[in-house]
């Protein structure tokens, strides 16, 4: 059975949270990957900068929903949500948008546990930890290569 630590990618690209936003994007393109382990100057992760993290920056600035209760606004959704998706529509810096204490895994986890931990939860990118240490990261794309050479096997 194989698992994560067969498949992850060791050579691991990473930012820090002081990355400007331009220079993450510059990343994921140039060596076609969909997130960034963000780490600390001890190189300790902290969080996650992905594809979606950059392109939500993009859309319209939410605006906040409500319902008129005998002659009250009754907000829908709270004022401190709508100000943390602005902070982050507006990012410089990658710790202005990254995604903090992201879904990891160890190397000892399945293939089929992989799988099923990035459909369930819509991620596309699995920081890889061994005793806390980032050791490697998975993608999708792992996961269809290691499919693929099992196909041709």
Known sequence: MLKAKDIM??????????????????LLLEHHINGLPVVDKEGRL???????????????????????LLDSFIPLKSQKNIDKEVQKMAAITVTEAMTFDPITVGIEISLEDIATL????????LPVLDQGKLVGII??????????????D
């Open 9 to 26: 990618t060791k050579e691991i690209i990473t930012v820090h949270p002081e990355t400007e936003i331009v220079q993450a994007a510059k």
């Open 46 to 68: 902290t969080g996650i900068i992905c594809q979606e993290d950059l392109i939500s920056q993009q859309r319209k600035i939410p605006l906040p929903s409500f319902f008129i």
């Open 118 to 125: 990035m459909v369930k939860n819509n991620i596309h990118t």
């Open 139 to 152: 993608g999708k794309e792992d996961i269809l290569r290691t499919l693929m050479s099992t196909k041709e």
